[in-house]
């Protein structure tokens, strides 16, 4: 595969085999073998953050690296233990106690331009963004968790609609900055209605989370998570520009993998690395196609193998193919780092569909059944975001089950 210039040479240029790298992100990502016991905040200490978007990836994501059921997950969330926060380039993650305030930190200029768009292109003041900000804190120090609709009638006047023009711009009034900023200052933070974050009803109660930490903190503990990896990924992660991820790079100090090689990780995983060994034996997990495997790098051809990167897409396009897409459009089955398979979840018949790259066998019936039982019995779906639907779901379901008729996940 050819050098990118949007996210450095593929794996593949690498001295190092994309074997042993694949491997060693799976190994890294918790995903070679359940680490039974241990908790949700722990995994994503150890593994990143989990990006959240309304559906079941954190679910997914800590089932197949720590075994966690929902129950498990839902009582970390409500004792804060772990928390869904706006975080890297202002994009929601269900983040560990230990980097709230980091989190936030590296997330608060997505609400500060928001606020200076608003101001250039809507005549919002920031002041009278402060003063809504003022009045909406007032409210919730006396009740909550308050849903929008309730925050701007309790707040009355101090929120102005911003018309047509906001509208178009995604910003029918100037609530949202408010509470965007709010959050991001840990003033405020959002909580599921129901407990779940697999759905999105929320309410917003008051808070009070310092905010701290720089680049330098985000980049040791996304190479931690992701290395080895180049400026680029961490670029693509952490939305900063170059100049300040490459100071963030070089403050950090990490290593390349080789001489001359762009992937880098801490110099304390460079003789783990060295001394890391494939796994002899397949280990099969089914993940959310969000999941950080793929998205703490967004390089999705590092984990395709070329025959299966000139797949067509389920129900996709005339000429799309899997490995053209920056994301994927399925959930995932991966074996030791490689994507071998491409499911999703049909409510109506209750069941997994899949379509699978390598001949099924008794480790892979497994992971399929166990992960069918986990979303039937604890999640009842496995909606990929928020506006997923079993509706909007139905031309892939169809064109998974026809590559694999009769077979039951």
Not at 386 to 393: E, F, I, K, T
Request: hydrophobic residues 45%; charged residues 25%; glycine residues 10%.
């Amino acid at each position: 595969m050819e050098h990118d210039p949007e996210r450095g040479p593929r794996a593949e240029n690498q001295p190092v085999g994309l074997g042993k790298l694949r491997a060693w992100w799976s190994h890294r990502q918790w995903l070679d073998r359940p680490r039974t016991g241990a908790s949700a905040a722990e995994v994503l200490a150890a593994t990143g953050w989990a990006r959240s978007v309304g559906g079941a990836a954190p679910y997914l994501g800590l089932f197949a690296r720590a075994g966690l059921g929902r129950a498990a997950v839902d009582a970390a969330v409500a004792a804060l233990e772990v928390h869904e926060l706006p975080s890297a380039r202002g994009c929601t993650y269900v983040l560990p106690a230990a980097d709230f305030a980091l989190g936030l930190a590296v997330g608060a200029a997505a609400p500060a331009g928001e606020l200076a768009a608003a101001e250039k292109h809507l005549g919002v003041g920031r002041d009278e963004v402060e003063q809504l900000c003022l009045a909406v804190e007032r409210v919730l120090t006396e009740a909550g968790p308050l849903d929008p609709a309730t925050i701007r009638e309790a707040v009355g006047d101090a929120v102005r609609p911003l018309g047509e023009a906001g509208r178009k711009r995604g910003v029918a009034t100037t609530l949202p900055l408010a509470l965007g900023l709010m959050q991001s200052r840990g003033r405020i933070r959002r909580v599921p209605v129901n407990g779940r974050l697999d759905q999105q009803r929320y309410g917003y109660v008051s808070w009070d989370q310092p905010v701290r930490g720089d680049a330098v903190d985000l980049a040791r503990r996304y190479f931690s998570w992701a290395g080895p990896a180049t400026l680029k990924h961490f670029r693509w992660f952490s939305g900063f520009s170059a100049a300040t991820a490459r100071r963030a790079v070089a403050e950090a100090g990490l290593v390349p993998l080789a001489p001359g090689s762009e992937l880098l990780l801490p110099p304390e995983l460079a003789e783990e690395f060295a001394e890391f060994e494939v796994p002899t034996e397949p280990h099969y997990t089914l993940l959310a196609g969000i999941d950080g495997i793929h998205l703490l790098h967004r390089d999705l051809p590092r984990l395709l193998d070329p025959a299966d990167a000139a797949r067509r897409l389920p129900a996709g396009k005339a000429g799309r193919t899997f490995g053209g897409e920056a994301d994927p459009q399925t959930h995932l089955v991966l074996d030791r780092g490689r994507i071998v398979g491409l499911w999703e979840y049909d409510t109506e018949r209750a069941e997994i569909v899949h379509q699978l790259f390598v001949p099924p066998d008794d480790a892979l019936r497994g992971a399929l059944a166990l992960t069918e039982a986990f979303v039937r019995d604890e999640l009842g779906d496995a909606r990929g975001f928020g506006l997923d639907s079993p509706r909007s779901r139905a031309p892939k379901i169809a064109a998974l089950r026809a590559t694999s008729p009769g077979v039951r996940g």
